[in-house]
């Protein structure tokens, strides 16, 4: 009996190492094929001073592209990519895109009870994954627009 239940105390720490385990490696990866989403629409922000400056681009999955024209709730595993790129003007006026600064990511997940069923990610430019205290720093804001799902985005045609 004693040899059964230190056995049973083995297999539980193992089992509990595991899934501590995967759920670190659970970290937000950029899609590799972001690209290759379907552009929703772009917004410039021109004051260096202003929390989201830069040249946006945005970016949503086959999955949530539906939603998003006819509005309501996300599906499980959409995802929306915005890419950050310097604001360059050139002698001629001609407004540019400068150098990437950085990506913004949400995906659709029921498991994100704490930030409303979305993950939120921010990468650098080489994709690396930037840690940031996402419920303050991401879902506050995001917030603010409950009703179309936390999404600011309205696809343009
Ligand atoms: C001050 C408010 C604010 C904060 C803070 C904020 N966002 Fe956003 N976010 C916006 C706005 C406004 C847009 C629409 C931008 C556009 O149309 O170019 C947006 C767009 C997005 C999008 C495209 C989907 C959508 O909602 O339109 C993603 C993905 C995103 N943000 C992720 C993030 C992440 C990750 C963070 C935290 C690091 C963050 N946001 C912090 C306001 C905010």
Redesign the pocket.
């Known amino acids: 009996m004693k040899k059964l239940s230190l056995l049973i105390g083995v297999i539980f720490i193992l089992v509990s190492t595991i899934s501590f385990a995967e759920m670190g490696s659970k970290e937000p990866s950029l899609p590799k094929d972001w690209r290759s989403f379907i552009h929703?629409?772009?917004?410039v922000?021109p004051d260096k001073s202003h929390?989201?400056y830069g040249f946006?681009?945005?970016y949503?999955n086959k999955t949530g592209l539906e939603t998003l024209k006819k509005g309501g709730k996300y599906p499980q595993g959409t995802i929306?990519?915005?890419v950050f790129y310097d604001v360059v003007t050139e002698k001629d006026n001609s407004i540019h895109q400068g150098k990437k600064l950085f990506y913004?990511?949400?995906k659709k997940d029921k498991a994100a009870t704490e930030t409303g069923g979305w993950t939120?990610?921010?990468f650098d430019p080489n994709g690396k994954y930037l840690k940031?205290d996402?419920k303050t720093?991401?879902?506050?804001?995001?917030s603010?627009?409950k009703d179309?799902d936390?999404?600011?985005?309205k696809f343009i045609e």
């Open positions: 929703a629409k772009s917004m922000i929390d989201l946006h681009h945005i949503v929306f990519i915005g913004v990511y949400m939120y990610a921010v940031k996402v720093e991401c879902y506050a804001c995001h603010t627009v179309s936390y999404i600011f985005t």
